[in-house]
């Protein structure tokens, strides 16, 4: 006969079994990997520019070069008023275009007098720089800068080495005596007929680096953000984080197309920005009107909505204020944004998947999409073959919804390639493709549900889910009139 085990030991036995047991550890990243600063950027989801100078005078985008200073005399300049402008928005990062392409700069630089110093402003002593820089961390939001490359007033421009050396000079100015700079804007765009000039890109991206550490470098080529392809505001449907740098010049619009979607086999991590302006132009003109509300939110849909960061630009006008207008709409796109993400219907929710890294209780279970905290993250076990799911179960039917949110967790690497979306059993996104940092889904009519299934047909490994999110958005998409 089998000796009976006492009690106390067989309790003792199924406590070290629990006790001993390790959790697992979390899946290796599939690279390449976002930076600590690439991260936080595309954390930040809406950036704002501020394109300001004397085309804002003459009623131009870009300027000749020619233009006195002396037209520059915004008289009721305020930066602090473009800050709170931007914090209606919610912004957390601002960014001035500290010289454009006619080459006055924004700030008394040592090296050319075309700037403020020659301008009437505050009897040719102000600086637009110092002031938006000191408004900007005071409001508690970082600071970008734009420096064009392209010079229309300079006169070493198309001389190698002695522009070069100029443009390294003023690049240094802006970054020592301006505190911490965040992002820096390098623009490849420059006319058709301008005088052939080659830039020291490597000397200018290696300085940029030495002298502020944590700062993102925005060109068509990275290293750090590049060009979205277009200044629509709109990312590809499918659209990569990671490409490759070598494939890349600066300035080349031949490669518009590839910026716009990545490289699944990219080997740097280089994601998107895209740009657009609230107004037709980038430069505050008279005629022109900010764009509608819908627009507005069909643009956060095709960039935030698509895995990149919006840089949204708002031109003072020549008092130097943003107008009223424009900060109108600003605090009207803000509200909507907060109105469809503010409820979720998936929180709460019954959730389900194809299996489990380590089980239930592993750390990785499938109710981390739901949890709220975009810090954990649900990944299965991994497959040679097939395909993995995640369901949303138990939703309240009577709670309708038209926007699905999927977010990856990005800093183990950006996986899916192909996805699909059913609604009780039904395909209502049958060739979903990249997801990233995050995914909308704006569907064309809303539906209640008892179910919603992610299904994740091609991914670089297990993928590695951080949330998915169900919304409703009461807004009218905007159709565009060039469609039409």
């Known amino acids: 006969m089998r000796k009976a085990v006492p009690l106390f030991l067989a309790i003792l036995l199924y406590q070290s079994k629990f006790s001993l047991a390790k959790p697992p ?12 600063s690439q991260l936080k950027w595309q954390r930040r989801e809406i950036i704002m520019f501020f394109h300001f100078g004397v085309n804002t005078f003459t009623n131009s985008e870009w300027g000749t070069g020619h233009e006195s200073p002396t037209i520059f005399n915004p008289t009721a300049l305020n930066t602090t008023q473009w800050i709170s402008a931007a914090s209606a928005l919610g912004v957390s990062l601002v960014i001035l ?24 402003w505050h009897g040719g002593k102000g600086d637009v720089v110092r002031n938006f820089v000191t408004a900007a961390h005071a409001g508690g939001i970082d600071v970008g800068l734009y420096l064009s490359p392209w010079d229309r007033h300079e006169k070493s421009y198309g001389l190698e080495v002695p522009y070069n050396e100029y443009y390294l000079g003023q690049l240094y100015e802006l970054l020592t005596n301006y505190g911490s700079i965040s992002e820096i804007w390098f623009d490849g765009a420059k006319g058709a007929n301008a005088t052939n000039m080659t830039y020291y890109f490597k000397d200018w991206f290696g300085m940029t680096k030495q002298l502020q550490g944590s ?78 509300l819908n627009q507005l939110i069909d643009i956060y849909y095709k ?60 750390g990785f279970a499938a109710g981390n999409v739901v949890d709220g905290d975009e810090e954990t993250y649900w990944t299965p076990e991994e497959k040679k073959k097939g395909s993995y799911w995640i369901e949303l179960r138990g939703l309240n039917q009577t709670a309708k919804f038209n926007v699905v949110r999927i977010q990856e967790m990005i800093r183990m690497g950006q996986r899916i390639g192909r996805h699909e979306v059913y609604v009780d059993g039904k395909a209502i996104v049958r060739n979903g493709t990249t997801v990233g940092h995050k995914r909308l889904h704006r569907l064309e009519r809303p539906m209640t549900a008892e179910s919603v ?16 999110g169900l919304h409703f958005d009461p807004f009218k998409p905007w159709v565009s009139t060039d469609t039409l």
Do not use: M
């Open 303 to 362: 960039s935030v909505g698509r895995n990149c960061v919006l840089l949204l630009n708002v031109p003072p006008n020549t008092t130097g204020l943003v107008s009223e207008i424009d900060v109108k709409r600003l605090r009207q796109f803000r509200s909507a944004i907060d109105k469809i993400f503010k409820e979720d219907i998936a929180r709460g929710s019954v959730v389900k998947a194809s299996s489990e890294r380590g089980g239930e209780h592993g």
């Open 97 to 120: 275009t500290a010289k454009h392409h006619d080459g006055f700069c924004l700030w008394p630089s040592r090296y050319t007098h075309h700037s403020v110093a020659l301008s009437p």
């Open 453 to 468: 299934r992610i299904r994740i047909t091609e991914s670089r490994g297990p993928p590695l889910l951080a949330v998915v």
């Open 215 to 292: 700062i993102n470098i925005f060109s068509d080529a990275g290293p750090d953000l590049r060009w979205v392809g277009d200044e629509k505001g709109s990312a590809g449907e499918t659209c990569w984080s990671q490409i490759n740098r070598t494939s890349l010049r600066i300035g080349d619009a031949s490669l518009e197309r590839y910026l716009n979607t990545g490289d699944p086999r990219g080997t740097d991590w280089v994601p998107p920005e895209c740009d657009v302006s609230i107004r037709p132009g980038w430069f505050w003109h008279e005629s022109e009107k900010p764009k509608p």
């Open 25 to 36: 550890s979390p899946p290796l990243p599939v690279l390449p990997v976002p930076s600590s």
